[in-house]
T-cell receptor, first 108, second 120 residues
Framework: EIVLTQSPGTLSLSPGERATLSCRASQSVSSSYLAWYQQKPGQAPRLLIYGASSRATGIPDRFSGSGSGTDFTLTISRLEPEDFAVYFC?????????FGGGTKVEIK | QLQLQESGSGLVKPSQTLSLTCAVSGGSISSGGYSWSWIRQPPGKGLEWIGFIYHSGSTYYNPSLKTRVTISVDTSKNQFSLKLTSVTAADTAVYYCARGDSNYDFFEYWGQGTLGTVSS
């Protein structure tokens, strides 16, 4: 099983700042089969990024993903008020499918 | 627009079976090579993939739950279901159904989630 470790656990930033979230895998994720999701309280996760760097339909370009192998990054270039939420990474290159523990982006 | 809606037993006693159904609208479960998953999230915690099914009935389960999980599909009703047996308090979670991409197992479409509580 591929274990995904997200850091930091909590990121305290102000609107307009840049957010950098990390997702590290216990073994190489084949073909960069890594996705990122945003989740707000009481809501289902929302797909942001798939294939490590491809934005899902309707996702603003301030969200970008990068990385390969075992190290992946989600960057939010300028935080908008609606971006304060919890973010999860997920790998789909190995079985079982696994998710990271999440990073909470909170208002400073 | 594809929509998924979970329903089922909200409160289950320990050792009993949790049964949930996901109704799909705006698209057919039988079309395309999509996988249909169950994912859960204990209160305040992260996400755990439970398993998925294809319209053909082929299933894949998380080994951590495999002995207690059954996922089935009813194409005539355009829905799929989850049964989790011998539940304990650790199975208390919000249960989501979701659709995988046509070729890859990431999730663009999710249900709103339903809370399954295990309590005597």
């Amino acid at each position: 099983e591929i274990v995904l470790t997200q850091s930091p656990g909590t990121l305290s930033l102000s609107p307009g700042e840049r957010a950098t979230l990390s997702c590290r895998a216990s073994q190489s994720v084949s073909s960069s089969y890594l996705a990122w999701y945003q989740q707000k309280p009481g809501q289902a996760p929302r797909l942001l990024i798939y294939g490590a760097s491809s934005r899902a339909t309707g996702i603003p370009d301030r969200f970008s993903g990068s990385g390969s192998g075992t190290d992946f990054t989600l960057t939010i270039s300028r935080l908008e008020p609606e971006d304060f939420a919890v973010y999860f990474c997920q790998q789909y290159g190995g079985s079982p499918l696994t998710f990271g523990g999440g990073t909470k982006v909170e208002i400073k | 627009q594809l929509q998924l809606q979970e329903s089922g037993s909200g409160l289950v006693k320990p050792s009993q079976t949790l049964s949930l159904t996901c109704a799909v609208s705006g698209g057919s479960i039988s079309s395309g090579g999509y996988s249909w998953s169950w994912i859960r999230q204990p209160p305040g915690k992260g996400l755990e993939w439970i398993g998925f099914i294809y319209h053909s009935g082929s299933t894949y389960y998380n080994p951590s739950l495999k002995t207690r999980v059954t996922i089935s599909v009813d194409t005539s009703k355009n829905q799929f279901s989850l049964k989790l047996t011998s539940v304990t308090a650790a199975d208390t979670a919000v249960y989501y159904c979701a659709r995988g991409d046509s070729n890859y197992d990431f999730f663009e479409y999710w249900g709103q989630g339903t809370l399954g509580t295990v309590s005597s």
